[in-house]
């Protein structure tokens, strides 16, 4: 039966953000709500102003179809939907800033995304510890540790899709091999909460894909890399980071290696030139590859590949512990 289920979150999300997005995206046009290009910008890859309404489409994909599948109406779910809320509201607001050619601060999305995560661990969804190969026994960690750690997750995961939704197909197309995995993980945990998902999360992101894939017809924006980002960092709380052992810890972060380890690069190479962490710039992977003289669809397909193998490489380890 359980089978059956994943199916249809599946086949329902995709459906879903399928049917919506033209509508949503002629929506963005009667409200001027549109990414325009600026030659000032070097980030700004598209010549024709792209609808930003995806994210809202992604959110209501997911949740509708997992409260009809899961009928899960517990304090968990409604954090994880209050914390959806409030990264969609603060990533609208910075997407509007853009269409106006101005950059929204820093600041008050990194409050939001910090009170998204701790919304998240006050439910019960937290990073408590690990088993000890050695003894057998399960090392559970200091509380402050708990929450320092959850929340470092969630808001960096939360970072990293983001930042790299810097091309068509990009973001959308890391997430979705992430989600497949994380979905082979919590299957051969036995965890179908998790699994079910990491499914609908595959679902709305292909169905995303089919219409941001190069060249693309809309954009999910800040609000919806944000969402999808803090969905995949949950996920994996709740499901590969769970009764992990120390080896298995490994899993969900090479599941989200690319965005992971670029950003990190990124991240310090800003900290060493004196740059601030979160002021955009041209120095993710998929920039880098650009110059380097790959066109579009060769960088989203490079990426992509490296994710898979090292996606790839995640279930290899979850194997060996199995």
């Known amino acids: 039966m359980t089978n059956i289920l ?29 990414d325009k290009p600026r030659k000032d910008v070097e980030r700004k890859l598209h010549r024709e102003p792209i609808p930003l309404t995806a994210s809202y489409v992604i959110f209501i994909g997911f949740f509708v179809t997992y409260l009809l599948v899961a009928r899960d109406f517990s304090l968990q ?68 540790l708990q929450f320092l750690l959850t929340i470092l997750w969630i808001f960096g995961v939360t970072t990293v899709i983001n930042f790299s939704d810097g091309m ?16 082979v993980v919590a299957l051969a945990k036995g965890q179908s909460n998790s699994a079910i998902m990491a499914i ?22 800040d609000a919806g890399a944000t969402f ?5 960092a949950v996920i ?14 490994f899993i969900p972060i090479l599941a989200l290696g690319v965005p992971i380890f670029d950003n990190l690069f990124v991240v310090v190479k800003r900290m060493m030139q004196g740059k601030a962490i979160y002021q955009a710039d041209a ?9 380097a003289g790959l066109n579009h669809k060769q960088v989203v397909m ?21």
């Open 302 to 322: 490079f990426l992509c590949l490296i994710s898979t193998c090292l996606c790839l490489s995640s279930i290899i380890l979850l194997l060996v512990q199995i």
């Open 228 to 232: 999808l980002g803090f969905i995949l």
């Open 168 to 183: 068509d197909g990009l973001a959308g197309g890391l997430s979705a091999i992430s989600a497949v995995t994380l979905f």
């Open 6 to 34: 994943y199916v249809i979150s599946l086949v329902v999300s995709f459906a879903i953000v399928y049917f919506l997005i033209p509508p949503f995206g002629r929506m963005a046009f009667r409200f001027d709500f549109v």
């Open 77 to 144: 779910t409604g954090a994880i939907f209050a914390g959806g809320v409030l990264l969609l509201v603060i990533g609208t607001v910075d997407d509007w800033y853009k269409t106006k050619g101005k950059d929204f601060p820093s600041l008050p999305k990194f409050i939001v995304q910090i009170s998204a995560a701790v919304l998240v661990y006050a439910s019960g969804i937290s990073f408590t510890g690990f088993y000890n190969p050695l003894s057998g026994d399960y090392v559970m960690l200091p509380v402050v």
């Open 200 to 221: 609908i999360l595959v679902g709305v992101t292909i169905a995303y894909l089919r219409y941001n894939k190069p060249p693309a017809k809309i954009f999910m924006g």
């Open 283 to 291: 120095s993710q992977a998929h920039y880098r590859l650009l110059r």
């Open 236 to 249: 994996a709380l709740d499901g590969a980071f769970k009764q992990a052992t120390v080896i298995s810890l």
